[in-house]
């Protein structure tokens, strides 16, 4: 089913687009349809969003009114429509809202300007896409009408359900939340409409808490999976490294979780290094030249756990064909990296290979490498085994180790997870080597083997990000965020419950080493600094690089790629290396020399584009704003996912713990209460 959004992101402002066309861009054949896309063009074009030229062709108004933002409402009612690019946001009286909820994108006009400290305001003329398709809720009667009363207050709407869904009436004691499915949004002087899709009968019932959950995020369960066109892998020309010992970091437990990339340590004469990262060539396998196979993506762009499996965002088919498995052979797209006897990276590059997985390395050969003694014979029963691996292991934990190190006097900054007894989070809270969202790192854990991937592929990526950068392509990358400030007040209050001096410079401010150095050896003080900083941290979103653009130097900018059955993201961005690496243009140098463009530093022979028009075309379909914004739509969605999931499962873990008493500091105290 179409939505308004997609009318609209269809057409363009220049060139008028035919209404068969356009029926053929929505996927739109049978006349119900196409009699629904008759009434919204007609409504577009009362509202003066669209118009149509002499030829009875579609285009964008250039100097509409309309506004596109989100509509974000609090639990008292209050609703702003929320702009991008950090404007001021719109509020919007609730008779102004025409039945927008919370989370819908929508075309806004400002009736009042704002004054002073007030927001301007204004009202929704359209709503371009809903977030809500599915509804939690409770079923009630209200003057013999059956309805579902939404459990998120910030809906500002009830649905009328048939007389047979009765049979769900809520009751306290079963908690018996419904799924709602929408069949008709409010609109005008008429009610929603829907169904009960299924029960959730939650008192005492763990085992319903991932579909409540998925529900509440707006997330749909997908059980079976549609891949775009699958195709075999080309005969392209590939370095075979198959002969060469490739180590797996792993501590992900379902069987079903992203696959990871495996690592090569080669030493050369001079103690030099070359650190070979081997990403599954997924990208490669799969036709992402169309705009058919780009949509299929567009409802599940990400891969996350759910409880004890993961739902990913590929098929099993792809993700058995591109797996790594011991022993056997597979295709790779390879980063090498020359690094120096003082752990500096000097030289990299991008190649097609062939690869063999020798050892999926796990926790317990991690503890038994980091705790064993150095010089001592080798007795221990984990480490026997894999004895003639070990030295190829420690240069690569030594390196993982350097380059964190690096990493952290680049600015960046370390918070650990908190503890976790929970055991249905455990896969949950494993850490993810390429979840980029949070704008510090994990430290590095000696019971979590993956949180040593992340130094490593963080520098893959930021290669990645240069290489592209210097080249002129488009990429999707994160831009470490410089913070606005950091409430000093608030720390210093906070400081004043766990005994720290803190004196300020010159300046009035604080640097982040100072305040992690005064909670260095006390886990109490460390866990209330680290909940007052992340609260400065804002959440980091998918940013689309093109040529041109101006960026600041001196942030930290990486263009995720290493791990694409992870998400979209890394899949296209791999891509675009794939891309370059066959069918990029080379040409000789002046000495007569092949330029090898997948080189650091090749950009400085290159006078040409690398891409030809027909590549171009296919790069331009995968990296643009629509692509961007679905990404970080999806991407919230599944932080509130996983955000929801760790607090149901805290909540049923506490009700185990009422009556129980326990020692704590105050540490806020709001108008309604106070937090321990």
């Known amino acids: 089913m179409f939505s308004t959004s997609s009318i609209i992101d269809n057409l363009n402002h220049e060139e008028g687009l035919e209404y068969k066309k356009l029926c053929r861009l929505l996927k739109l054949s049978k006349k119900t349809d196409k009699d629904k896309l008759d009434i919204a063009l007609r409504a577009l074009e009362e509202l003066e969003i669209i118009n149509k030229n002499d030829d009875d062709k579609y285009l964008k108004v250039k100097e509409s009114t309309h506004l596109i933002a989100k509509i974000r409402c609090s639990s008292k009612g209050y609703c702003f429509a929320v702009r991008d690019n950090n404007k001021e946001d719109i509020y919007i009286k609730e008779n102004l809202l025409n039945y927008a909820w919370n989370g819908d994108k929508v075309l806004v006009r400002i009736i009042k300007e704002s004054v002073r400290r007030r927001s ?126 490739s180590y797996m970091f792993k501590s992900w437990n379902a069987d ?68 790594f498995k011991v022993g056997e052979n597979n295709e790779a797209i390879s980063l090498c990296i020359d690094i120096n006897c003082e752990n500096e990276i000097t030289n990299w590059s991008f190649t097609l290979t062939k690869v063999k997985c020798t050892l999926v390395v796990e926790n317990k050969h991690l503890d038994a490498l980091l705790t064993r003694k150095s010089n001592a014979r080798i007795t221990s029963r984990i480490l026997k085994p894999i004895k003639d691996f070990i ?12 380059f964190r190190k690096k990493q952290l006097l680049r600015g960046n900054v370390e918070i650990p997870n908190p503890n976790n007894n929970i055991e249905s989070l455990k896969e949950l809270l494993v850490h993810n080597p390429v979840d980029y969202s949070k704008e510090y790192f994990e430290p590095l854990n000696n019971n979590d083997i993956q949180t040593y991937l992340s130094p490593i592929l963080y520098e893959a990526n930021l290669l990645w990000f240069n290489h592209s950068n210097n080249y002129g392509l488009n990429n999707l990358s994160y831009i470490s965020q410089e913070l606005d400030y950091i409430n000093v007040s608030e ?35 460390k866990r209330i600094l680290h909940k007052i900083l992340i609260n400065v941290f804002k959440e980091n979103e998918v940013k689309l690089i093109t040529k041109g653009l101006k960026i600041n130097e001196s942030g930290n900018i990486i263009s995720p790629w290493a791990l694409p059955s992870y998400d979209f993201t890394n899949l296209i961005n791999q891509y675009n290396i794939y891309n370059m690496i066959v069918n990029g243009k080379r040409t000789k140098n002046i000495n007569g020399n092949i330029i ?31 692509t961007v914004n679905k990404i970080n739509e999806y991407k919230n969605k599944v932080r509130q996912y996983s955000s929801n999931m760790i607090n149901i499962k805290k909540v049923r873990k506490v009700e185990q713990l009422i009556g129980n008493t326990y020692n704590g500091l105050i540490m806020t105290v709001q108008s309604y209460g106070f937090f321990v």
Not at 195 to 211: G, I
Not at 293 to 302: A, G, V
Not at 596 to 612: A, F, G, H, L, P
Request: glycine content about 2%.
């Open 256 to 323: 079903n979780s992203p696959i990871l990339p495996i690592f090569q340590i080669d030493k050369n004469k001079d103690n030099s290094y070359k650190l070979w990262v081997h990403t599954n060539a997924i990208s490669e396998r799969l036709d992402l030249s169309s705009k058919k196979s780009l949509e299929t993506f567009f409802d599940r762009i990400e891969s996350f756990p759910v409880i004890d499996e993961w739902q990913n965002y590929l098929s099993n088919e792809i993700c058995n064909a591109s797996k």
């Open 391 to 402: 030295d190829d292991l420690d240069k690569i934990i030594e390196i993982s180790k350097v």
């Open 120 to 245: 301007p305001e204004g009202i929704v003329d359209c709503i371009l896409e809903r977030t809500n398709q599915i509804l939690l809720a409770k079923v009630e009667i209200i003057k013999d009408e059956v309805y579902g009363i939404p459990i998120d207050d910030r809906i500002l709407a009830k649905i009328k359900l048939p007389k047979e869904d009765e049979k769900y009436r809520y009751i306290p004691e079963n908690k018996n939340i419904v799924k709602i499915e929408i069949d008709l949004f409010p609109i005008g002087q008429h009610e929603g409409i829907g169904h009960v899709l299924t029960e959730l009968k939650l008192n005492n019932n763990e085992n319903q808490d991932a579909d409540f959950v998925l529900a509440k995020s707006n997330i749909n369960k997908i059980d079976i999976l549609q891949d775009p066109k699958f195709t075999l892998i080309k005969q392209q020309q590939r370095l075979d490294l198959t002969n060469k010992n």
């Open 491 to 525: 720390i210093i209050k906070n400081s004043e419950l766990v005994d720290s001096d803190i004196e300020l410079n010159d300046k009035g401010t604080l640097s982040f080493n100072q305040l992690f150095d005064l909670c260095s050896k006390d886990d109490n003080k």
């Open 596 to 626: 090898n463009i997948m080189e650091k530093d090749s950009w400085k022979e290159v006078t040409w584009n690398i891409y030809n028009s027909a590549i171009l075309k296919n790069m331009d379909l995968l990296f643009n704003k629509l």
